[in-house]
């Protein structure tokens, strides 16, 4: 791939001015490319491995000494045909990822978890973070209305699965989509004090997130300004970040950025 010039071409009623300090942008054709597969959260680990979910695509994986490459294949929509014959349910892939190079990493598929998405069409990888051991895996719930739009219901936060063996077992959220870990018709002193108890306990940090006055909970129609519900309740999982819960009465506090 030669490189290329991103043309600038802003509209004549542009607001803002022209930038003085980035002139351009050209694309190098420097890259490299492992998987046709996205949804990927990478998560650091203590043994300097990266592990991610995936989904929706295909990873290659080797199935054995001296054998060539095979596809395995994941979808997160329960229509799809990957996953017929598994009564309703959609998968959530998990991967290692091996390397410091970006243009020669190695990646290796561990599997894919299939879990059941009703009353929603499908059932996706969110919140991602390995912790002292023990990686959290959370997914989330989307449906369609029929409008023909893709994916146009929001639906809510599920829960973790868990693993202490880096994505070789894994125990299942005891919560579904039908009742997840995070209704969203709870209030948001219900949501604090869940949020801090479990950063508490687990020795980790939170995002948060917030909704316009009288959402309510299910098959909510997503709109511009209201979060996915894996920004609800997914933990900051990058090294150089910490997030500090402010404790204020009834835990209606803020989440702020210590760097």
């Known amino acids: 791939m030669d490189e290329r010039k991103w043309p600038s071409q802003p509209p004549i009623d542009c607001p803002f001015e022209p930038s003085k300090e980035i002139v351009g942008l050209i694309f190098t054709g420097r890259h490299a490319a492992y998987t046709e597969a996205d949804t990927w959260y990478p998560s650091w680990a203590a043994d300097d491995t990266m592990y991610s979910p995936w989904t929706d695509g295909n990873v290659s994986q080797l199935r054995g000494e001296g054998a060539p490459l095979s596809e395995i294949e994941c979808s997160s929509d329960s229509r799809n045909p990957v996953n017929a014959g598994r009564g309703g349910k959609s998968g959530t892939g998990q991967a290692r990822i091996i390397g410091d190079d970006p243009l020669n990493l190695k990646i290796e598929p561990l599997g894919i978890h ?146």
């Open 114 to 259: 299939y879990a059941p998405t009703a009353p929603y069409g499908g059932r996706y990888p969110c919140g991602s973070l390995v912790h002292a051991g023990v990686w959290y895996y959370g997914t989330y719930c989307l449906d369609e209305a029929d409008r023909g739009l893709n994916w146009d219901i929001l639906g809510p936060f599920v829960g973790f699965r868990i693993s202490t063996d880096y994505g070789k077992t894994w125990m299942d959220t005891p919560h579904t989509p039908a009742e997840p870990i995070e209704d969203r018709r709870a209030s948001l002193r219900g949501f604090w004090q869940r949020a801090v108890l479990f950063t508490r306990r687990q020795g980790i940090s939170c995002r948060t997130w917030s909704e316009p006055p009288g959402c309510e909970s299910g098959l909510d129609r997503w709109r511009p300004g209201l979060s996915h519900p894996g920004d609800a309740f997914a933990p900051a999982y990058e090294r150089c970040f910490k997030v500090r819960v402010l404790r204020r009465p009834h835990y209606s506090g803020r989440a702020h950025l210590d760097q």
